[in-house]
């Protein structure tokens, strides 16, 4: 009888247990934890929250250079004393919009600064005195946004590029010969490429909850763990990590305080930790401080659409020059090209997170149509065909929060074919067609190890293989002569090898 009360007694006990425990893991499949003790999470579940992210960078930048160099021979005795100063400025800006009904990125960076010199050349007979001066500015513009019904999308873009140039240079030579030489220019270059796509699927950013796990594996490894999390757990706290990682701020100081003081109060109202001490703090802090590591991916997109676009520049410019005592002369000229193309895009981005560590991915993208190009000295005829295509695979380790490896393997193709107009070149009196087609195979390691949270281990190794094979017509007009016709063929093969390392500290 006695021995009856005691498995009774054992059974209920069992049952109790198993249905804490299950109570506990009910969220759980065998895919979620390995073991109790290796925490783990298909990043693939996790769907960013909306978020916005704003940044705005300005950047200094100052070069200077004097030099001084002697050229003796048995003729003459050159002396050069060069100075050169060069002050540029930035200002860029990136903005980052997430929400369920649209994907946007913006960015933008305006450049402007100017380069002053001096150079002086003293000879023998003679003393040249060369002073220059150019200044300008750039701006920089990329937009692409995907408007979401489900999942497909509708994908409006923009690139484009503008930027205008002054520039003035003053050569005089006096002594056994005297000469004077001035010229004036002035350039303008504006580049516009409108893309509209239609696609299907959506690609997330699964950094934050790859951070969160790393977290949380790290509370337990110092055992302040309190409880096993939940998947909802997880979740909830990636959408934390998601919002302070796009929070702004000026402080980097200030920032890291307001970080971990949420980071311990969410993970002590969630009960996930029951001890705010310093092996809680270290543990916390020791992976918030590497959080700035490329981003996971998780999602497939695909797309289709066109990006008609155009390139245009002006050069003009004015010499005044002066030999000896004779008259002076002036010469003023204008160069303009116009390019422009018309393109039909598309392509396929496959991102898969294989588990914590492991990334897989894929991209392919397609390019072809037609593209024209009128010069001041070259004019195509019509429209010239081009085709391109190209493709790249990989994998990415990323064992902790300090290391990421990352192999890839490319390939490419691309085609054109260009036809001269009726009127020859200006200068070199000729026509031609040409047909150029173009092979790259490659291979690509690159690997990153932070030293510290400033400190940062860069290392590169790449192949690649390279084939021309261009067939080129040409056609030579001489006055009074019949036509000369010469064709051409090459084949050009390269390969390359190369290695690379570099420390980089991060003052900021």
Same mark, same amino acid.
């Given at each position: 009888m006695k021995c009856?009360? /005691?498995?009774?007694?054992? /059974?209920? &006990?069992? =049952?109790?247990?198993f249905a804490s425990v299950y109570g506990q893991w009910e969220e759980y499949t065998s895919s979620a934890y390995r073991l109790k003790d290796t925490l783990n999470f298909n990043l693939k579940d996790y769907i960013n929250p909306e978020y916005h992210y704003r940044e705005l960078e300005a950047l200094f930048h100052l070069t200077g250079e004097l030099s001084s160099w002697t050229t003796d021979s048995y003729i003459y005795l050159n002396k050069t004393n060069s100075f050169n100063l060069s002050p540029d400025i930035s200002l860029s800006a990136n903005c980052i919009h997430n929400t369920l009904h649209r994907q946007q990125q913006t960015s933008w960076q305006l450049l402007g600064g100017f380069n002053a010199s001096n150079q002086t050349v003293d000879r023998i007979n003679y003393l040249t005195t060369i002073n220059s001066f150019s200044g300008g500015g750039n701006l920089y513009f990329n937009n692409e946004t995907r408007f979401y019904n489900g999942k497909r999308y509708l994908g409006v873009g923009m690139d484009a590029y503008l930027s205008y140039n002054k520039g003035y240079s003053k050569s005089e030579t006096s002594g056994y010969t005297s000469s004077f030489v001035e010229e004036r220019s002035?350039?303008?270059?504006?580049?516009?490429?409108?893309?509209i796509t239609v696609g299907w699927g959506r690609i997330e950013e699964t950094s934050n909850a790859w951070l969160t796990v790393h977290l949380l594996r790290a509370l337990q490894k110092s055992g302040r763990l309190a409880i096993i999390p939940t998947v909802r757990d997880v979740k909830q706290l990636a959408d934390l990590v998601t919002h302070l990682r796009n929070?702004?701020? $000026? %402080?980097?100081?200030?920032?890291?305080?307001?970080?971990?003081?949420?980071?311990?109060?969410? =993970?002590?109202?969630?009960?996930?930790?029951?001890?705010?001490?310093?092996?809680?703090?270290?543990?916390?802090?020791?992976?918030?401080?590497?959080?700035n590591r490329p981003g996971r991916l998780s999602g497939n997109r695909l797309y289709a659409g066109i990006s008609p676009g155009i390139d245009w520049s002006r050069l003009d410019s004015k010499i005044t020059s002066q030999f000896m005592n004779q008259d002076s002369s002036v010469n003023n000229s204008v160069e303009e090209?116009? $390019?422009?193309?018309? %393109? $039909?895009?598309?392509?396929?981005?496959?991102?898969?997170?294989?588990?914590?560590?492991?990334?897989?991915? =894929?991209?392919?993208?397609?390019?072809?149509?037609?593209?024209?190009?009128? &010069?001041?000295?070259?004019?195509?005829?019509? $429209?010239?065909?081009?085709?391109?295509? /190209?493709?790249?695979?990989?994998?990415?380790?990323?064992?902790?929060?300090?290391?990421?490896?990352?192999f890839s393997a490319t390939g490419g193709i691309d085609w054109q074919s260009v036809k001269t107009g009726e009127e020859p070149l200006v200068f070199l009196n000729e026509k031609y067609e040409m047909e150029e087609l173009n092979w790259n195979l490659g291979a690509n390691t690159v690997f990153q190890y932070y030293l510290s949270p400033?400190?940062?281990?860069?290392?590169?190794?790449?192949?690649?293989?390279?084939?021309?094979?261009? +067939?080129?017509?040409?056609?030579? /007009?001489?006055?009074?002569?019949?036509?000369? +016709?010469? %064709?051409?063929?090459?084949? %050009?093969?390269?390969?390359?090898?190369?290695?690379?390392a570099s420390v980089v500290y991060m003052i900021w």
């Open positions: 009856l009360n /005691l498995r009774n007694w054992l /059974l209920i &006990t069992s =049952l109790i247990s002035t350039s303008v270059n504006l580049y516009v490429e409108p893309t929070s702004r701020y $000026f %402080d980097y100081r200030f920032r890291l305080i307001a970080d971990l003081t949420a980071l311990d109060s969410a =993970l002590r109202a969630s009960g996930l930790t029951s001890k705010a001490d310093i092996t809680t703090f270290s543990a916390i802090n020791d992976v918030w401080i590497y959080s090209d116009n $390019f422009q193309h018309y %393109d $039909f895009v598309a392509g396929l981005i496959c991102e898969k997170p294989l588990n914590m560590e492991w990334q897989q991915s =894929l991209s392919v993208s397609a390019r072809g149509g037609l593209c024209t190009t009128q &010069t001041t000295y070259l004019y195509e005829a019509g $429209f010239s065909p081009h085709a391109e295509l /190209l493709a790249i695979f990989g994998y990415g380790y990323y064992p902790n929060t300090r290391t990421s490896i990352k400033s400190l940062r281990l860069n290392m590169n190794a790449s192949i690649s293989y390279d084939t021309n094979h261009s +067939t080129t017509n040409m056609e030579y /007009l001489v006055e009074g002569y019949p036509p000369t +016709t010469k %064709d051409q063929t090459i084949n %050009d093969k390269a390969l390359q090898v190369s290695c690379s």
